[in-house]
């Protein structure tokens, strides 16, 4: 016993805390970035879909509904490994953060659809009685009231990206789990330790996106 206690903490050397620490910031670096641009793009997209415009909004659907349904990882393997088949190099911390863009951008397009469609119709026909044009009764009434029924999932949505980020060990990006698996590829007796330190870490990031989620319900319920 008191060897493995041993082990365990031998695990967490100086230099083996900041070389996961490093694989924190890394996680956090895609996620921060994948979080903005999927946003963005995100809503873009669901706004497009929502709004049926002629011809665009039927191809926009059905891109991203394939994009949607496609595993992350293939997504993944194709930004890194296909586009440069086609002279498109990309590092792999980019590959990753297009990867998780494009994918989250669907996911995230699919749930704002989705809360501007719960909005009542006769919102938008009020809106437009009053002499309202499209875009401004989608920015004054339809989306302060969908944007309630939006942010739950959003969250949810971009807690499941924080994780996903793991997914790119298969590109060799050195984030939290890749590095981990490099510490404890040193000393077998360190795979418990590190798989404890990586879930602590984990738990961190995305327990504090949850407290942000509540925070936000409180607000729009207030």
Known sequence: ?????ASIFDAFTPSNINYLLGGLG???????????????????????????????????TIINDVIRNLPLLLIIFFIYFVLPRIGLYLPVFWATVIAMT?????MLAE??????????????????????????????????????????????????????????????LAEMTFRGQIVYAQNSNYTIPVFIALAIMYFILNFGLSLIAKWFDRRMAA
């Open 111 to 172: 749930i704002i659809r989705g809360g501007l469609l719960a909005v009542p119709a006769g919102q938008t026909e009020g809106a437009r009685s009053v002499g309202m044009s499209n875009a401004q009764a989608l920015m004054h009434i339809v989306l302060p009231q969908g944007i309630k029924k939006m942010i739950p999932p959003i969250i949810s949505q971009l807690i499941s990206l924080v994780k996903d980020t793991s997914l790119a060990v298969g590109i060799v």
């Open 102 to 106: 494009v994918f989250e951008s669907t």
């Open 1 to 5: 016993m008191m060897i493995i206690a």
């Open 26 to 60: 890394i996680t956090i670096g895609v996620s921060i970035i994948s979080v903005i641009a999927s946003l963005v793009i995100g809503a873009f997209v669901g706004v497009i879909m929502y709004e049926k415009v002629p011809f665009l909004s039927r191809y926009v």
